[in-house]
């Protein structure tokens, strides 16, 4: 039934014969109270799809080494780091992953704070991990920051990100997440109306807005999206940063269900030049976040490793460690059928085009 080489689109098309499920829905049962006919049945049909995955990948002999592992993480660039800079708990503060990321060669990491700018610790961050880096005879990691136009900053905010201009490593502007009137649907059921919006009544971008986009089109920054839907919010609004000038553009872990988009809307923004986050989070702590190392290497193939970065977007207590965490995704990319090419681009190369590093 399986061959060696057999890619993961192959394995996801094989035929599941409802006979087969018949069989064994005497042989397995859902601890799920009240689950139905349809539901079991698909469910079913699931667990074979990640049986054939299973037996025809890992089974055949996945091949890589640690050695494989460790070439891949020399350089590697996360865009997309949640350090200790919140108020509520992080299991590791910006200093402590830039000390890991250095010991793991890596060439740049991105710190991401949700109510005050994360640019605003580079500069401190950077003195600490230089004196660190000299006493251990290492390389330390290029460390970056921006801003998250959430409510604590006033929300759309152009003083907020002018302000922000002066600090060294300022790289992003990321639109609202948590304080989006999406999110706040999305989360908490609220339809109340209440939170930010990126576009007026009549679908256009807010004026704040386009002074936002032309600030960072004016210094190069990266103007990444929130927690909004694909269609209009973020497509509206990544065409207005383009028309302004715009040219570095990202679509935030696009599997993440604040910010969903499907695969066609990932090709249909990688066409206009926009990159598309691979979140290390999302991809490892299935089902709790996003949809896990399948659909991740399914992004890869069909919307192309040169239009994906990065983003750990790790950070939280109850996860693991950025360093252990990144290791992890590497892995599990390339057991799921990602190449050492892909997966390189997509850790490396495509990452640092994105930052505009040499």
């Not at 055949?60 to 708990?89: Q, R, W, Y």
């Not at 207005?240 to 715009?246: I, N, S």
């Amino acid at each position: 039934m399986f061959r060696e080489d057999m890619s993961l689109d192959e394995i996801l098309k094989i035929e599941v014969p409802e006979e087969r499920v018949d069989r064994l829905k005497k042989l397995v049962q859902f601890d799920i109270p009240g689950i139905g006919e349809d539901v079991e049945r698909f469910l079913l049909k699931q667990q074979i799809q990640f049986v054939n995955i299973q037996y025809a990948r890992f089974l055949a002999g996945v091949k890589f080494t640690e050695d494989d592992v460790n070439d891949l993480m020399e350089n590697a660039i996360d865009c997309h780091a949640h350090g200790g800079s919140d108020p509520f708990n992080r299991l590791l503060l910006e200093d402590e992953i830039a000390f890991d990321y250095s010991k793991e060669n890596m060439r740049a990491v991105v710190f991401k704070t949700w109510f005050t700018p994360s640019a605003s610790r580079i500069q401190l961050v950077q003195k600490y991990l230089d004196k660190w880096a000299e006493q251990n005879e290492t390389r330390p990691v290029e460390i970056f920051g921006g801003i998250t136009l959430n409510q604590s900053v006033g929300g759309i905010n152009p003083n907020a990100v002018m302000r922000c201009l002066g600090f060294p490593g300022f790289k992003y502007v990321w639109m609202p997440m948590v304080d989006s009137y999406h999110h706040r649907r999305i989360v908490f059921d609220d339809w109340s109306g209440k939170g930010l919006r990126l576009l007026d009544d009549s679908g256009k971008v807010l004026p704040a807005l386009t002074d936002v986009l032309k600030i960072a089109a004016d210094n190069d920054l990266v103007v990444a999206t929130g927690h909004f839907p694909y269609d209009p919010d973020h497509k509206t609004m990544l065409e207005e940063a383009k028309r302004v000038g715009v040219k570095r553009m990202e679509i935030i872990h696009p599997d993440h269900i604040p910010c969903n988009t499907s695969i066609a809307q990932m090709k249909e923004a990688a066409s206009e030049g926009v990159k598309l986050m691979l979140s290390g989070l999302g991809t490892t702590t299935f089902p709790l976040h996003e949809t896990g190392p399948v659909y991740a290497v399914k992004m890869i193939k069909e919307v192309g490793a040169d239009n994906i970065v990065y983003g750990s977007d790790y950070g939280q207590i109850h996860n693991p460690p950025h360093v252990v965490g990144t290791r992890w995704l590497i892995k599990l990319l390339l057991s799921y059928g990602a190449t050492n090419d892909e997966v390189r681009k997509v850790m490396q190369e495509t990452p640092a085009e994105h930052l505009g590093l040499d």
